[in-house]
């Protein structure tokens, strides 16, 4: 079992987070940080030894953020593997709306082009070295 700390900020906040798998929503979380954000039946579970999966609840295709809280207007889309998973909810600190699209195989198939027209974000971080469909 990994021993990691969970960092949970001591101001307030408010989210809304939407995990979505072929276009379909999975799991819609709201409330403060540790609620919308971290899944405690995984760090519970001693029979469950991948606790770096209690971020965002695992979320690993499409995931959605909305940080109510926010002092702009900006939005965000991170592309990346699970690597990159537990640095999501803090990274949704800062920004208004968050995106978090995992491009391993299986994961996000469409394009990341389209996307990209679609939603518009004011920054785009790829962090992956992995082959992606534009």
Not at 72 to 101: C, G, T
Request: proline share 3%; hydrophobic share 30%; glycine share 4%.
């Amino acid at each position: 079992m990994d021993d990691f700390n969970i960092l949970i900020p001591k101001f307030k906040t408010s989210f809304s987070y939407d995990h979505y798998i072929n276009h379909k929503k999975d799991l819609h979380k709201t409330g403060k940080f540790e609620d919308a954000f971290i899944d405690q039946s995984i760090l519970k579970d001693k029979s469950y030894y991948n606790k770096y999966n209690s971020f965002i609840y695992g979320g690993y295709v499409e995931s959605r953020i909305v940080n109510h809280k926010a002092s702009n207007n900006k939005k965000v889309l991170l592309i990346s593997d699970s690597f990159s998973r537990p640095m999501v909810q803090y990274l949704a600190l800062h920004f208004k709306e968050m995106r978090y699209l995992d491009p391993q195989e299986g994961r996000y198939t469409d394009s990341y082009k389209e996307y990209i027209k679609k939603y518009k974000p004011d920054i785009v971080v790829l962090m992956y070295n992995g082959k992606i469909n534009l």
